[in-house]
């Protein structure tokens, strides 16, 4: 079973360390930032191949900052996944847009819940591009911070 989708913006409801964090900003050197938003990792990978699109120095397993108008790249990106999601797809073309962290668990775990995972990632999605877009006012840049 994977982990439930979605964001998190608490910092008490982390449970160990393998999450990727997403800062406001530049990397400080500092983690675990109050004010950053926290995905596990796989929830992260669903979508993770449009931020590698346009960032090429995007790891999950390091550290970015990614400029304002690459995220206003990577929105764009996330909303042709999300359209997509929003079309009732066929649960064998998913691997066409989203990522699956462990192909023979995770993507199997999507599928046996599929409306309920479909729902879950539409709304992460939702809720990621208008923290994104929210925060590239503010911000020049948006740092991720892999695991």
Not at 18 to 26: M, Q, R, S, V, W
Not at 78 to 91: T, V
Not at 109 to 138: D, H, M, P, R, S
Request: glycine share 6%.
């Amino acid at each position: 079973m994977i982990e439930s989708i979605e964001i998190i913006d608490n910092l008490e409801s982390l449970k160990g360390t393998c999450y990727l964090e997403i800062k406001p900003g530049k990397f400080t050197g500092e983690h675990w930032n109050e004010g950053s938003i926290f995905f596990t990792d796989e929830t992260f990978t669903y979508f993770s191949n449009v931020i590698e699109k346009h960032c090429s120095k995007y790891s999950l397993w390091g550290m970015c900052e990614i400029d304002r108008e690459t995220w206003k790249l990577i929105v764009e990106g996330l909303e042709d996944i999300k359209l997509f999601l929003m079309a009732n797809p066929n649960p064998y073309e998913l691997t066409n847009y989203i990522g699956f962290l462990y192909p023979d668990t995770t993507e199997k775990y999507f599928k046996e819940n599929f409306t309920q995972n479909l729902n879950g990632l539409i709304q992460v999605i939702t809720e990621f591009q208008t923290w994104i877009t929210a925060k590239i006012k503010k911000y020049e840049c948006i740092s991720i911070l892999g695991i």
